[in-house]
């Protein structure tokens, strides 16, 4: 519990007053509790004065436990360093808490890892936990048990830590002017990490700025402190009181040293970070809630913060579980109510969840679909309390699924109906039965309880993206047609395909017979190779801690940098294993890429890792679409062409070369090298003047009318009545928002949708999951298609009016809008 002391040594740390040595057994352990004494002789008790108790009055209860060590108040010394103790050392101190501190802090003294202290009003245990958590997977890690973060939580937190740790976190709390201080003491946290200001506590303090000035006491020895940026006073106050190259900040959307933007899907977060040198990794999540988001992003600052890689964290914070066991709620078909609990099945989460259940609005019946348990060794046991549970909760039916629970529960029929399995049940007559119900389905993972969700949910979403494959087929011989046939097309394949859905497009790509695919990301590259897609991929945005990921995947990574080419060679050669690379070539773009001055450094990179195969080096143009640009882009393939042609001298083999994107591959068709990258074109969209009518729209965007009004002229639409109906006529509600993608800013007017072929102008706000539309003389019905993106539709005006591009209309539109695929 403690790291061994002798009893000088223990004088010596406290500065305790006179003190005879009548036991010389070293101390492991600290106790303030006289209940909670395990190994008396090592144990060393301290008597703390409180309101309602006073340690001093258990020293000779601990002392028959066999406690021979005795931090006492100086007073009281004299009372106790007598004949009634004779084998007892007694310290005597002005402050026996103090003493207690300072134990502690000289434990923490000895450790020499990371140790993170988190402050702040709110979030600090929950963030604690998750990344311990996350950490503990990695790295032997100590964290403060509960939220033990009071003068007297503290020491006992830092008591915990032990010889073989290599990573701790402990949380700091406070709630007066003039705690910090000592709490800084004892922690001494090289890393310290500020959750926010809110308004606990603050009746103890002249401002929220005095109590925020007391809380960053804790930072005053850290190298690093993480914050949000966005809390202003925060940053504030962190600034004036600490050096820049101290801070560490993240925002979601201002400058900061991390960038972290959420991007909410129905079942899951998406968190995309973005750094200053532009990489940029995105991470998902369960959680949807603002305060979970809050604290997983702190949680990922602070982990990138100790060195762990964006994979790592993915790893971990996939497997969070939630501290308060968060459940969802959905509407379901025919008025029921569903409770989704379909990731495990085990009791403990049972529990919760029926306890849940309860809180839940009143349906007339309640019905349990609960799968088999994992095979344990007390199964009866486990199946005997399940029984208990359905009587104690009121369960009108359970649904059981699986084999050992029709087995064990059989005696609940007929309240209990069994299946063997998800499939048997989803074709039964007993769902359509459903109505009204409070339905809890709580399942483990392989029994895909989601397909019975599916079938349960209410359908609303009437959006969905259709991929014509065909199309897709037209415009990939397109540009074969404009290349000569030894030119190689690598086919870029990220961002899900420029939203189409990279696995079907992929495997659509592979039957065109495209010579490689490039994603952004090892993950979706995994992906890929999960769908069996089996064309060399290159990887645009790979980091070595992705390595064997990529080896294991047989993916290709991008190599811009000497560092990664370094880390990447010396990886190989230690592990024997060849990798397939790509270098990327800054010849203007300055983006990612080696620059001229890394020349000579990769060159004798490339002849020390031989393991390290080249199998191209490219460039990208940074002005292909605009002729404007010519001159530099001559320029930049110029460059590239000498730069490539020294790495290739010396080289005994040749790798592809490749330049030019799709505006470049109709703009600069000498220039093509062995390869060209083909990205948006594929999907329809052309950006330059060559491919204008020759192209055609592969994805479709469409959505229906929820809703038709009559207004009169001069009548407000929507949110802040922002939207004015221009004459007496029509709007319709249609079933889409900004969160399927459709940009706010195409909101009173600068955007339009087609129905029945006519445009429709948008009126008033677009809201998050509908948007109203004028359709004053145009023939339209509730129920009918609505296309918001497709044939009619010019998506360079359209992303213009709102000052972007077509690439960013088509990768903004959400996961939660269904992909369909067809061949027309
Ligand atoms: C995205 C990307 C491309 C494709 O660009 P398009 O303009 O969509 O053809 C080519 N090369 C690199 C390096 C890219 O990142």
């Known amino acids: 519990m403690i790291q061994k002391l002798s009893p000088d040594q223990i004088a010596k740390i406290i500065s305790a007053k006179s003190c005879e040595i009548r036991s010389n057994h070293p101390v492991s352990q600290v106790s303030i509790d006289s209940r909670k004494i395990f190994f008396g002789k090592e144990t060393i008790f301290i008597a703390l004065k409180g309101t309602h108790h006073d340690g001093h009055e258990f020293i000779e209860q601990c002392y028959e436990q066999g406690v021979r060590h005795f931090i006492v108040h100086e007073n009281k010394f004299a009372d106790f360093n007598d004949l009634a103790f004779p084998e007892a050392n007694i310290y005597g101190v002005k402050d026996t808490l103090l003493a207690l501190q300072q134990l502690a802090g000289w434990n923490r003294s000895l450790f020499r890892g990371p140790l993170l202290g988190i402050a702040g009003s709110n979030g600090k245990t929950i963030i604690k ?304 039965q459903f109505e009204q119900d409070l339905v809890l389905i709580k399942g483990g993972r392989s029994f895909a309880f989601e397909r019975i969700v599916h079938a349960l949910e209410e359908k609303v979403h009437g959006t969905v993206l259709e991929i014509n494959l065909n199309a897709l087929s037209h415009n990939f011989f397109f540009y074969r047609g404009q290349l000569p046939q030894h030119i190689k097309i690598m086919a ?37 190779r999960r769908k069996g897609i089996t064309l060399p991929i290159m990887v645009l945005n790979a980091g070595p801690e992705n390595v064997e990921q990529l080896l294991l995947n047989e993916l290709e990574p991008v190599v811009y940098s000497v560092r990664m080419m370094e880390i990447y060679g010396a990886y190989c050669k230690s592990a024997g294993k060849k990798l397939n690379i790509h270098l990327d070539i800054d010849s203007g773009m300055r983006r990612l890429g080696f620059d001229y001055e890394d020349l000579d450094q990769l060159k004798k990179l490339i002849a020390e890792y031989p393991k390290l195969t080249i199998k191209s080096i490219f460039t990208h143009l940074s002005g292909t679409s605009d002729p404007n640009h010519d001159a530099f882009s001559h320029k930049q393939l110029g460059d590239f062409e000498s730069i490539s042609n020294e790495i290739m001298t010396g080289l005994p083999y040749s790798p592809i070369r490749h330049a030019l994107n799709t505006a470049g591959i109709l703009r600069f068709p000498d220039h093509a090298f062995d390869m060209v990258r083909l990205g948006i074109g594929l999907y329809g ?95 339209v019905k509730e129920g009918d298609p609505v296309v918001v993106y497709g044939e009619g539709i010019d998506l360079h005006k359209l992303a213009e009016s709102i000052g972007t591009i077509p690439y960013e209309l088509l990768t903004n539109i959400s996961s939660r809008v269904k992909r369909t695929y067809y061949l027309d």
């Not at 010889?163 to 003039?178: F, L, T």
Request: with cysteine; glycine share 8%; charged share 25%.
């Open 129 to 432: 936990e998750w990344l311990g958590q996350l950490l503990s997977m990695y790295y032997q890690t100590a964290k403060s048990p509960k939220s033990f973060n009071s003068q007297i939580g503290v020491p006992l937190s830092l008591f915990s830590i032990a010889a073989y740790h290599q990573a701790a976190i402990i949380e700091a709390g406070i709630s007066e002017p003039g705690e910090m201080q000592a709490l800084e003491a004892m922690i001494k946290p090289s890393i310290g990490l500020l959750t926010n200001i809110g308004s606990a506590h603050d009746k103890n303090f002249h401002s929220r700025i005095q109590k925020l000035e007391e809380k960053i006491k804790l930072f005053t020895s850290c190298q690093l402190i993480i914050y949000r940026k966005d809390q202003t006073k925060v940053a504030e106050v962190l600034a004036k009181n600490f050096a820049p190259e101290r801070l560490v900040s993240w925002s979601d959307h201002s400058e900061a040293d991390y960038i972290l933007q959420v991007k909410k899907d129905v079942d899951r977060c998406r968190i995309i970070l973005f750094r200053p040198d532009l990489s940029m990794f995105t991470f998902t999540t369960p959680f949807t809630d603002e305060a979970s988001l809050e604290n997983l992003r702190h949680v990922i600052v602070a982990a990138l913060t100790l060195g762990l890689s964006f994979q790592q964290i993915q790893d971990g914070i996939s497997q969070l579980s939630p501290i308060d066991m968060r459940l969802t709620v959905k509407e379901g078909l025919r008025q029921c109510t569903l409770i989704d609990d379909t990731y495990n099945n085990d009791l403990g989460g049972l529990e919760v969840a029926l306890d849940f259940m309860e809180t839940q609005r009143q349906k007339k019946h309640r019905k349990l679909i609960l799968s088999d348990f994992p095979q344990l060794k007390n199964q009866k046991e486990v199946y005997q309390r399940v029984s208990q549970l359905v009587d104690h909760y009121g369960i009108d039916q359970l649904i059981g699924i699986g084999t050992n629970i029709q087995k064990e529960l059989a005696h609940l029929k007929p309240r209990a109906v069994f299946f063997k399995d998800t499939e048997e049940f989803i074709q039964s007559q007993v769902l359509q």
């Open 492 to 528: 870029m394949v990220k961002a899900a395909a420029y939203g189409g859905g990279a696995a079907e497009i992929a495997n659509h790509l592979q039957k065109l017979k495209a010579d490689y695919l490039s994603v952004a990301y090892p993950d979706e590259g995994a992906e890929l």
């Open 685 to 779: 969209i052309s950006v330059e003047e060559k491919s204008l009518g020759q192209l055609r729209q592969v994805g479709t965007l469409k959505t229906t009318v929820s809703q038709i009004k009559r207004l009169k002229k001069g009548e407000s639409v929507g949110y802040d009545r922002k939207g004015i109906m221009p004459t007496d006529g029509q709007i319709a509600t249609i079933a889409l928002g900004y969160a399927d993608g459709f940009d706010r800013r195409f909101s009173n007017g600068n955007g339009y949708v087609l129905i029945n072929g006519q445009k429709a102008p948008v009126i008033g706000n677009v809201c998050m999951d509908m948007t109203m539309v004028n359709i004053t003389g145009i023939p």
